[in-house]
Every structure is written in structure tokens, then in C-alpha cells.
């Protein structure tokens, strides 16, 4: 780890992300992720890198399938709007097994909304988004040094499992500025081989196609199959959770990236009055921590949950999965940009509880 | 120990690297802090500002809705912010830019004329600095070496004359 | 025993799905001839479209990729990006190349992306069964244009060749059709040409290549030929569009 410096999320992202061995970065502007493509223009020429401005987020992500499938460890990043449009490209990358990094800096919703941060693309980014089935790996940083952790995990675990994987940030983890200490660079020709990518034959091995097509059923069945049988590792393996005082805790609450922040200051209220709470945050949104979340529903500690959202309820759908009706789930959550603090939290908390 | 600043005024008044350079200093004295501007088309309209906290705790919210101290210098800022500052909360103004007083009595206002003061000291682009100087004067949140050292730190050695120049601001802001 | 005549070493050993009497099946093969002169074969990358060509990764030896309907040119963006010193190249069709992924198409040839477009205008969807293409011709009858293509209600087909050669960053682009065996040759001079500007790092290149579809032209092999000379060819005139191969790259 190298000395600490004041850094935007955004900027951070970008940065763990060259020294994470990326050297090819396809955008397109959008509020509020600006300042990551512009430090990518910045950099990239520098560092021996690539940063091109794309004609849409359409043509972007179809770059980076293009670079993807060529062996290059690439990114893209956009915001809600953008991330939309790059769904076609997500699910075809999805198809063809080609690992990538996308980072959704989410905004308020639906059609353009604002430009202030939200959760609302939870559903968009863990159901799916584009047709057909399949997953993203979905990490959801809280602070502006997990954004810089979590990069160089998710382009790890992206070409472990030759998937596509997603760092769901918000508008304000893109634009404040926290202290950062970085990971030491990683020089791109020491990552692991690709033997599958399109690098030209050589005239020495068959040919590598990179396809998402199979116009016989049976044999769509067995990939998708296949890779179903792969999403099962993982999520067996990947699922990353921190819990915050839920030891003893009677009312839990269920929250991730910015919010869950926010509601660990909630946590700290309620324990100085008495109340025993405590936060279950989900690092990865997929997989899910349904298991960590099932414990402390079943355990006879805890009496209620609450999922605190920045949308009108998506992740709850899982927190109620994952507790399985052995507790009852609550919510509170703003949406359209709207943040809350932590006493709006407290006080929302302590009306469920009082009943 | 927790201090909740926002900075707010006209764009290109250096609002922003302001509270940078406050976020800095707490951070080389060992404090969490947390740094917010204000974006989007909002940026476009002329105003700007920045949140500041610095806090011996984790921050969970950057966002401040209540601050401790407000530094305005102008009086959109001073119209948009006042009335959030919390009770016993500090206002400082550029009583050089803003003709205007603070309305209420339960907070502590300072009227500074920083635009005036920093050219007279060779550059009045450098209110913001002044203005800094005079919140580290009114409220304890780190020593002022500390803040000096950092601003050494933090500016590239290219760039030295400035850092010098800066610090003579948060004096002038800080003397007072 | 001499031989006279084999299959080019580029196109694999495979039967292809095109249509009898269909002429992509020649254009496959003049590709895969031309990469074999330039022998490059193990140093290319082609792009598949969404169209008649969507398995054409199969039908060359060379490393293949699949592209999403429109987007062949920034798949190829990407992959050139990684492999600048490789041949990229994308095959693509009337609707995959002039209608969904006109953006596609306009801004590779813009940013003087370095690869080859091997264009195929046949005026009509083929593999969807016979759809009206950017291409088609007014008054051509087709499935969406059962009383023909109206002026008045479905504008004009778009001259991409004409239309590109307009952009300071086409290096090379020109129109040739595969009805004769003349035409065949300068066609296949024409993609060594465009292959060779990628090599000579020149910026992007496109050839146009006019292609019946007897299918859903509703006609045999050689009536498709006949309509192509006497219907696309006065719309669609050949030759070259944009020459700029002798000229310094500007930097």
C-alpha cells in the first residue's frame, strides 16, 4: 500500500483500475462518472494505455466486447441512462463468456431523472438488465478506498469465471473525496494467459471464435446449463458481507453502498439510546449473502429487519427471500436523488419498533 | 469530535480547493474526513460549494444537512445556507463581497473582507484562503502548523511560490 | 497431377448456409483468397454480422468474432485496438451495416479506425426473409413493401459508399459487384487493395459489394444477376469513391 491522497471515488476507480493491468477503456460522457473518463484520457496515453471516446454507449460496449474477446483486460463505465443502452452489449459479452469491468455510477431513474445518487438500478443490475439468462458479478463499495479495493477484485474474478462483473457506485461515492491508498501496479503482460481470445492463430492452433449464437437448442441448453453450473460456484464462494454489531442485535438492518454508510451511523444512534441494532451489508449485490442474512433471521436474537434503500424497494426483494418469513421486513428508503441522513433512519426505525 | 463545513460561493472563487485543502490537513492529522461538491448543472449557474467533514469517528454521511460552519462568500450562499447552520453554529462572510448581515442570533458571525484583504496582500483571487484562515481562528479543529505543513505537502515542489502565498492568506485570515 | 484450382486455405473445409444461386458464397471466397496472398491468415481477426453471413465464423480459418446486429465496426474498434499490428476486418450486410449500425459505420470511417469493411448490398434482408433493406430500391417490392417501396412513405436507399467517401478519415472506398467474372476479379483486387491499406496503417477502408439474393428476389440465379446489372447498378453506380492511399496520413 502506497501513502494516502485525497482522491473523488470516480478518480480512484480509474486509477485501481490502470494499476489493476486495464489498459483499454471505452466511454462515453455522462453525469455523474465524468471525472473517471477524464482521468482514463488523462492517464491512458501515459501509461501505455488506450482511452477512446465512443459514439454511444452502444458502440462503447461493443468495443470493449471487441477488446474483451481479443484478450485485454478493459473497461467501460457510464451511469444509469448509459448503462441501459449498454445492456445489449452486456448480455452479448454475458453469452460469448468474456470477462470485462462496467462501472454503473447509478443516478436517479427512471428515463434521464436527475443527476443526483440513487439505488434504483439494483433490479437492472442484479436480475439480469439485458435479455436472456444471466448474471453480472455486482460489488457495491461504500466508501471511496473499497471503490479502489474492489476494482482489482473485480477484474480478477471477472477473467477467473470469464464473466462480465459491475461496480455499482452512486453519484455521490463518484464525486466526494475521501483518503485512498492504492495497491501497487500490476504490469499487464504478468496477468493469466487467455488461450481462448481471438489473438490470431499464429498458424499454430485452431481458430477461437468468440460467439453468442447456437441455433441448436440442445446445445444453447448445455452452455447455459454450463454456466449456470458456473454461477452456482459462485455463489457458493464469492459472496462478500460485513456485519456491524448484529451479534446481539434485534433489529437488523439490510443496506449497501452509500446507505449502508449511512445507516451505520443509524446503528451507533440507536445502541447510544439503548436500542440493540445492527447492519448486514452486502458487499457483493451478486451474488447475494442470503446465507448471512438467513443466519440472523433464524437466530432468536433479532425481532425485525429493515432494508434501507436509496429506491422505492428492489434489494428488499432479496432481504425477504433471504429471511424467508422468519423475521419481518421493513423499509425505508428516499429515491430521485434524495439522500437520507441517519436520524431520518433512527426515526423510521424506531416507529417499527415501538409497534 | 466532529466538524461539518461547507464552502459555498461563486465558481472560480476557489470555494472548492478550499475545502480540499482543509480536507487534506485533517487528513495528515490522522482525522476521517470526507469531501462533496455540489454538481451537475447547478455548477453551470454560477454557485458552487463543497461539503467538508472532519471527524475522529468513521463519517457515515458525506452529505451535511446541518452545518457548523459556513463560510460563504456571497449572498446567494449566505441566502441558501443560513438558516441551516445549527444553533451555536459559526457564519463567516466576505463582508467585502456580501452587504449583507446575518439575520440570526443564536449563531456567531464573522464579517471579513476577504477579497479586500488578499489583494492587498498581492492577490485577490485568494479570499478563499483568507476566509479558511478565519475558521481555523474561530474553531479549534486542527493547529494551524498542521494545516501549514500539509499545504507544503500536498502542493507539487513546481509549484512552491503558491503554496507560500497560500499560507500567507490563511494567515492574513487567521491574524485577524 | 497439377492442381488448377482448390479451395483457399482461409476458407475452412465447410458447407455454407447461403441460399443456392446466392453470390455472398463468392465474396466469402474472394476474402479468404486475399488473405491468403497477403498471408495473414494467422495474424487476422474477422467480425461476423447479425444478417445471411451470422455464422461466417465459421466459414474462415482466421480468429472469429460474432458481433451484436450493427455493431461489427466497434467490435473490430476493440479488437484493433489490442492487436493494432493485425488484420481486423468485418463482413457485413445492407441492413447490419446502413440501418441499425449506421453510427457504427459512420464514426469508424470518421476516427479513421484502421480496419476493412467488406460491405455486402443485396438491397434487402435476406436472412429474416426478405425484408425492405436502407438499399432497396423505390418501387422494389418486398415483404415490408408489398406495393413496392413509395417514396412518399419509406424515402430513399442510401449510397453508403458515396455517402462515407465524404469523411476525411476514409482512406479507401469502392464499388464492385460480383455478376461477371471481370467484375469478380476487379472485386477481389479491390478487398486486397482495402486489406492492404489496413497493413500500410492508411485508416479505414470499405468495399461495397453489390450481391444478389435470388430467394427473395424472387427469381433464379441468372434472372438476379440480369437485375442486379439493369436495377442496382444505375442506383448503385460502381468505381471508386474515396482514394486518399497516396496521400500522407495527416497526424
Known amino acids: 500500500?502506497?501513502?494516502?491522497?485525497?482522491?473523488?471515488?470516480?478518480?480512484?476507480?480509474?486509477?485501481?483500475?490502470?494499476?489493476?493491468?486495464?489498459?483499454?477503456?471505452?466511454?462515453?460522457?455522462?453525469?455523474?462518472?465524468?471525472?473517471?473518463?477524464?482521468?482514463?484520457?488523462?492517464?491512458?496515453?501515459?501509461?501505455?494505455?488506450?482511452?477512446?471516446?465512443?459514439?454511444?454507449?452502444?458502440?462503447?460496449?461493443?468495443?470493449?466486447?471487441?477488446?474483451?474477446?481479443?484478450?485485454?483486460?478493459?473497461?467501460?463505465?457510464?451511469?444509469?441512462?448509459?448503462?441501459?443502452?449498454?445492456?445489449?452489449?452486456?448480455?452479448?459479452?454475458?453469452?460469448?463468456?468474456?470477462?470485462?469491468?462496467?462501472?454503473?455510477?447509478?443516478?436517479?431513474?427512471?428515463?434521464?431523472?436527475?443527476?443526483?445518487?440513487?439505488?434504483?438500478?439494483?433490479?437492472?443490475?442484479?436480475?439480469?438488465?439485458?435479455?436472456?439468462?444471466?448474471?453480472?458479478?455486482?460489488?457495491?463499495?461504500?466508501?471511496?478506498?473499497?471503490?479502489?479495493?474492489?476494482?482489482?477484485?473485480?477484474?480478477?474474478?471477472?477473467?477467473?469465471?470469464?464473466?462480465?462483473?459491475?461496480?455499482?457506485?452512486?453519484?455521490?461515492?463518484?464525486?466526494?473525496?475521501?483518503?485512498?491508498?492504492?495497491?501497487?501496479?500490476?504490469?499487464?503482460?504478468?496477468?493469466?494467459?487467455?488461450?481462448?481470445?481471438?489473438?490470431?492463430?499464429?498458424?499454430?492452433?485452431?481458430?477461437?471464435?468468440?460467439?453468442?449464437?447456437?441455433?441448436?437448442?440442445?446445445?444453447?441448453?448445455?452452455?447455459?446449463?454450463?454456466?449456470?453450473?458456473?454461477?452456482?460456484?459462485?455463489?457458493?464462494?464469492?459472496?462478500?458481507?460485513?456485519?456491524?454489531?448484529?451479534?446481539?442485535?434485534?433489529?437488523?438492518?439490510?443496506?449497501?453502498?452509500?446507505?449502508?454508510?449511512?445507516?451505520?451511523?443509524?446503528?451507533?444512534?440507536?445502541?447510544?439510546?439503548?436500542?440493540?441494532?445492527?447492519?448486514?451489508?452486502?458487499?457483493?449485490?451478486?451474488?447475494?449473502?442470503?446465507?448471512?442474512?438467513?443466519?440472523?433471521?433464524?437466530?432468536?436474537t433479532s425481532k425485525a429487519f429493515m432494508a434501507v434503500e436509496m429506491s422505492q424497494g428492489q434489494m428488499i426483494e432479496d432481504v425477504r427471500l433471504a429471511v424467508n418469513g422468519k423475521k419481518p421486513v421493513y423499509f425505508y428508503g428516499r429515491n430521485g436523488g434524495m439522500v437520507p441522513d441517519q436520524e431520518a433512519i433512527v426515526k423510521q426505525a424506531k416507529q417499527y419498533i415501538c409497534k | 469530535m466532529i466538524q461539518k463545513i461547507i464552502f459555498a460561493g461563486f465558481g472560480g472563487q476557489g470555494v472548492l480547493f478550499a475545502g480540499k485543502t482543509l480536507a487534506y490537513a485533517g487528513m495528515d492529522a490522522g482525522l476521517q474526513i470526507s469531501w462533496l461538491p455540489s454538481y451537475g448543472p447547478e455548477m453551470r449557474g454560477g454557485t458552487a460549494n463543497c461539503s467538508v467533514i472532519l471527524s475522529d469517528q468513521p463519517i457515515g454521511s458525506p452529505v451535511i444537512t446541518t452545518p457548523d460552519i459556513l463560510i460563504a462568500m456571497n449572498k446567494p450562499s449566505l441566502e441558501k445556507f443560513e438558516n441551516a447552520v445549527v444553533p451555536g453554529g459559526l457564519i463567516i462572510l466576505d463582508s467585502f463581497l456580501i452587504d449583507k448581515k446575518v439575520a440570526r442570533d443564536d449563531v456567531e458571525a464573522v464579517y471579513i473582507p476577504a477579497k479586500h484583504l488578499a489583494g492587498e496582500a498581492g492577490n485577490e483571487n485568494l479570499g478563499n484562503m483568507v476566509m479558511l484562515g478565519a475558521a481555523l481562528k474561530h474553531r479549534q479543529m486542527l493547529q494551524i502548523e498542521m494545516v501549514y505543513k500539509s499545504i507544503e505537502e500536498h502542493t507539487p515542489k513546481s509549484r512552491a511560490a503558491l503554496a507560500e502565498l497560500n499560507k500567507k492568506m490563511i494567515d492574513i485570515g487567521y491574524s485577524r | 497431377m497439377e492442381t488448377v484450382f482448390d479451395r483457399p486455405h482461409a476458407l475452412s473445409d465447410v458447407t455454407l448456409s447461403y441460399c443456392p444461386g446466392c453470390t455472398h458464397g463468392i465474396i466469402n471466397r474472394l476474402v479468404a483468397e486475399v488473405i491468403d496472398e497477403l498471408g495473414m491468415e494467422g495474424k487476422t481477426v474477422g467480425v461476423a454480422p447479425v444478417g445471411c453471413s451470422v455464422t461466417a465464423y465459421n466459414f474462415f480459418e482466421c480468429d472469429m468474432q460474432e458481433a451484436a446486429h450493427g455493431r461489427a465496426p466497434a467490435v473490430a474498434t476493440g479488437i484493433k485496438r489490442v492487436h493494432p499490428d493485425h488484420l481486423v476486418f468485418t463482413y457485413q450486410g445492407d441492413g447490419d451495416l446502413a440501418a441499425i449500425g449506421t453510427a457504427e459505420t459512420v464514426h469508424a470511417a470518421a476516427r479513421a479506425e484502421n480496419i476493412s469493411i467488406v460491405f455486402v448490398n443485396n438491397a434487402i434482408y435476406g436472412m429474416t426473409g426478405g425484408q425492405m433493406a436502407p438499399t432497396s430500391l423505390v418501387g422494389q417490392v418486398t415483404q415490408t413493401t408489398p406495393y413496392g417501396r413509395k417514396v412518399e412513405n419509406q424515402g430513399y436507399p442510401i449510397r453508403m459508399s458515396e455517402m462515407l467517401s465524404t469523411l476525411q478519415g476514409a482512406a479507401y472506398i469502392e464499388r464492385v459487384s460480383v455478376d461477371s467474372i471481370p467484375n469478380i476479379k476487379k472485386a477481389k483486387a479491390a478487398i486486397k487493395k482495402s486489406f492492404q491499406c489496413q497493413l500500410d496503417k492508411k485508416g479505414f477502408s470499405m468495399v461495397e459489394v453489390l450481391s444478389t439474393c435470388p430467394t427473395n428476389w424472387g427469381l433464379s440465379p441468372e434472372e438476379a444477376l440480369k437485375w442486379l446489372r439493369e436495377n442496382m447498378m444505375p442506383q448503385y453506380p460502381l468505381g471508386v469513391y474515396c482514394d486518399r492511399l497516396q496521400e500522407e496520413v495527416e497526424k
Open chain 1, 1 to 300: 500500500m502506497e501513502k494516502k491522497v485525497l482522491m473523488k471515488g470516480n478518480e480512484a476507480l480509474a486509477e485501481a483500475a490502470i494499476r489493476s493491468g486495464c489498459r483499454f477503456f471505452f466511454g462515453y460522457p455522462i453525469t455523474p462518472q465524468t471525472e473517471l473518463a477524464a482521468y482514463m484520457a488523462k492517464q491512458m496515453p501515459k501509461r501505455g494505455g488506450t482511452f477512446l471516446q465512443a459514439e454511444s454507449e452502444i458502440a462503447a460496449i461493443n468495443m470493449v466486447y471487441g477488446a474483451a474477446g481479443a484478450g485485454a483486460r478493459v473497461m467501460t463505465s457510464s451511469s444509469s441512462p448509459g448503462i441501459s443502452l449498454k445492456q445489449e452489449g452486456i448480455s452479448y459479452i454475458a453469452g460469448a463468456d468474456l470477462p470485462c469491468v462496467i462501472i454503473n455510477i447509478v443516478r436517479g431513474g427512471p428515463g434521464l431523472g436527475g443527476i443526483q445518487p440513487a439505488q434504483s438500478d439494483y433490479f437492472q443490475a442484479t436480475k439480469g438488465g439485458g435479455h436472456g439468462d444471466y448474471h453480472l458479478l455486482v460489488f457495491a463499495p461504500s466508501s471511496v478506498q473499497e471503490m479502489a479495493d474492489l476494482i482489482g477484485t473485480a477484474f480478477d474474478k471477472a477473467d477467473q469465471y470469464r464473466m462480465p462483473a459491475m461496480i455499482m457506485g452512486d453519484g455521490m461515492l463518484g464525486q466526494m473525496m475521501e483518503p485512498v491508498a492504492f495497491q501497487e501496479e500490476r504490469d499487464p503482460s504478468s496477468l493469466p494467459e487467455k488461450p481462448w481470445a481471438t489473438t490470431g492463430t499464429m498458424m499454430k492452433r485452431k481458430k477461437n471464435i468468440i460467439n453468442s449464437l447456437y441455433l441448436t437448442p440442445e446445445e444453447l441448453e448445455n452452455l447455459n446449463n454450463d454456466r449456470q453450473k458456473r454461477y452456482q460456484t459462485i455463489m457458493e464462494n464469492e459472496v462478500r458481507v460485513e456485519e456491524y454489531q448484529t451479534e446481539d442485535a434485534e433489529l437488523i438492518f439490510v443496506a449497501y453502498g452509500t446507505i449502508a454508510r449511512i445507516t451505520m451511523s443509524a446503528v451507533n444512534m440507536l445502541r447510544e439510546e439503548g436500542i440493540k441494532a445492527g447492519l448486514i451489508r452486502p458487499i457483493t449485490l451478486w451474488p447475494f449473502p442470503t446465507e448471512a442474512i438467513y443466519a440472523r433471521a433464524a437466530a432468536e
